[in-house]
Every structure is written in C-alpha cells, then in structure tokens.
C-alpha cells in the first residue's frame, strides 16, 4: 500500500490503476487523473476498493470471501 494510503499520492506515480479479483475474475482499469476528480486526492484507496466491490456477490455473509486486489501498489513507493 502507498505511503500513505490515498488516491493522490498515486499522482505521478501511476496513470492506471488496475483491479482484479482472483476469486471471481472480474478485472478492470481506472486511470488516476479520474479518480482523482472524481473522488479526490484525499479518498483512501481502502475506502476505493469497498466502493468498487459494493455489489460483489463474494462479500455476501457466508459466501466465499472477495479477493479484490490492486496489483499495481505492490512495490510502489
């Protein structure tokens, strides 16, 4: 995870941000510059990722869990 965990220290840092989930295979890209407009510098990427996965079949109580990720984070300093 970023420093410090917001859409806005992903500026300049990465165009794109990719999600997936390996449990379902559902997948797609945002790029950066919109999210930022969209919801802010200030929005947790936490905070993103529920609001991406507000209709997941996965997060029902007692189905399989959701396994979304962001897999461009990984490394990012």
Known sequence: MPSDGTIGYLVGKLDM???ECP???RRGGYRVAR???EFGP???LTDLLSTFTADCPQKA???PTCGVVMPDLVGLR
């Open 17 to 19: 941000l990719r999600v």
């Open 42 to 44: 200030a929005y947790r």
């Open 23 to 25: 449990t379902c295979g």
């Open 35 to 37: 999210l930022v407009e």
């Open 61 to 63: 109580p007692g189905g």
